[in-house]
């Protein structure tokens, strides 16, 4: 089945040590997001990435960045993962900008 | 500030009682909807979403919901709930300005009890 999958599942980091959450997709979609959500709030989108081009929103920390090397493939990398860092973080596909969005079932990062 | 709002942050419900929740957006022009369901211990998923054409839009699993664009809103219906339907839900505003950028309400949980 086409879908959107995250890597890993659960992710233990300790204070200011680097950590990467990977996404995947089977669906072939151009577009692939980042969304951060955090307990009993809504999902915040952080940035995507429409084919290679990459849009940030205004508001994301500088320590939060994305690689996308391939259509399938896109990572988001922390760089100095703090206490309040401590989230759900879920990837989206969609095939074109203003199309339904599909996502992944999440990665929740525990930062000790 | 421009926004999705969910008036209800806990719903309970007896099983085979009707389902109304609410959602309200507050940005102008062509904007695309959505309702997401959140399954514990699952991702999200696609309920139904408008984006133009008949207001009332059926989704799955017997859910439906009504775009009113007098009102900014986009209320999600279910004529009777069934226990499975225990879950998070999400409305979602997709508004031109924005990009392709969605912009989540606080999610209502809705638990039905057997």
């Known amino acids: 089945d086409a879908m959107v999958i995250q890597n890993p599942r659960y992710q233990v980091t300790q204070f200011g040590k680097p950590v990467t959450l990977s996404c995947s997709q089977t669906?072939?979609?151009?577009?692939m997001y980042w969304y951060q959500q955090k307990s009993s709030q809504a999902p915040k989108l952080l940035f995507h990435?429409?084919?290679?081009?990459?849009?940030n929103e205004a508001d994301t920390p500088d320590n939060f960045q994305s690689r996308r090397p391939n259509t399938s493939f896109c990572f988001l990398d922390i760089r100095s993962p703090g206490l309040g860092d401590a989230a759900m973080y879920l990837c989206?596909?969609?095939?074109?900008?203003?199309?339904?969005?599909?996502f992944g079932p999440g990665t929740r990062l525990l930062v000790l | 500030a421009q926004s999705v709002s969910q008036h209800n942050h806990h719903v309970i419900l007896s099983e085979a009682a009707s389902l109304e929740l609410g959602c309200n957006y507050s940005?102008?022009?062509?904007?695309?909807l959505f309702w997401y369901v959140q399954y514990p211990g699952q991702h999200l998923q696609l309920l139904l979403k408008?984006?133009?054409?008949?207001?009332l839009v059926k989704g799955i699993k017997g859910f439906e919901a009504e775009f009113i664009k007098s009102k900014f809103s986009f209320n999600l219906r279910k004529p009777s709930v069934q226990w499975s339907d225990t879950a998070e839900y999400f409305c979602?505003?997709?508004?031109?300005?924005?990009?392709?950028?969605?912009?989540f309400g606080a999610g209502t949980i809705l638990r039905v009890k057997s």
């Open positions: 669906l072939n979609h151009n577009v």
């Open positions: 990435y429409y084919d290679k081009d990459f849009n």
């Open positions: 408008y984006f133009s054409g008949d207001p």
């Open positions: 940005y102008g022009g062509t904007v695309n």
């Open positions: 979602a505003a997709q508004p031109p300005e924005y990009g392709n950028k969605l912009v």
């Open positions: 989206a596909t969609s095939r074109g900008p203003w199309e339904t969005q599909y």
